[in-house]
């Protein structure tokens, strides 16, 4: 009985002393399933979901903005095409007023070329002269209402020969020409507005060949 005795008053109890005050923070985290870790459980998981539905709100905003920009573009392009539009409408609506009259422009310059030629035969004094002055006075007027429809006479500069306004009627060969040129008007060229109404037939000199 000594023996034990002695043995229990020779035992120390250890008590664990409480760590200082700031390491607390040094302790190892709460393992799961005990009470803090189970609190910080939902905060971590609202965490998540707040990220997951941001990244869902950035790629729906992207995909957003891709379709404004597509829809812009295409009211863009529509825009431009409406103008186009526009303006091709209102140069063929003023090409058409410009040049509708063209047909019955060209049977009239055969009046004015029948009066050109009374005008060549009648005589410029005597008995005819009163009637000559009455077809140059028509004459006139007819050439004042041609101008005012945009119809003007082709001048022949320099006797040059040009097949997109002159028609060769009759054509000779001559050691004195270098190119082929104009020697006599047979009848009036005339266009209308910027457009050929109707070449100048004309009577053409041409190098001779060899």
């Not at 050691?175 to 457009?195: C, F, N, S, T, W």
Request: negative net charge; aromatic residues 6%.
């Amino acid at each position: 009985m000594t023996d034990d005795k002695d043995r229990l008053d020779d035992e120390i109890e250890f008590i664990p002393e409480a760590p200082p005050p700031g390491e607390e923070a040094l302790a190892a985290p709460p393992s799961a399933g005990t009470p803090e870790a189970e609190a910080k459980a939902p905060a971590a998981e609202a965490a998540k979901g707040h990220k997951d539905r941001l990244r869902r709100k950035d790629a729906e905003i992207k995909r957003l903005q891709k379709e404004l920009d597509e829809l812009k573009e295409t009211y863009l392009r529509k825009l431009a095409d409406m103008e186009n539009l526009r303006k091709r409408f209102e140069r063929e609506r003023s090409e058409y007023q410009q040049y509708a009259l063209s047909g019955l422009l060209l049977e009239l310059l055969e009046v004015a070329d029948n009066f050109e030629r009374a005008l060549s035969n009648a005589p410029a004094a005597g008995d005819g002269r009163a009637l000559r002055e009455g077809v140059e006075l028509i004459l006139r007027m007819f050439q004042g209402f041609l101008a005012k429809n945009g119809v003007r006479p082709i001048v022949i500069e320099n006797r040059a020969f040009d097949p997109a306004y002159h028609h060769a009627m009759a054509v000779e060969e001559s050691e004195e020409a270098g190119e082929p040129e104009i020697v006599e008007e047979l009848q009036k060229g005339y266009m209308h507005h910027d457009r050929l109404l109707r070449p100048a037939l004309v009577k053409v000199r041409v190098p001779k060949k060899g």
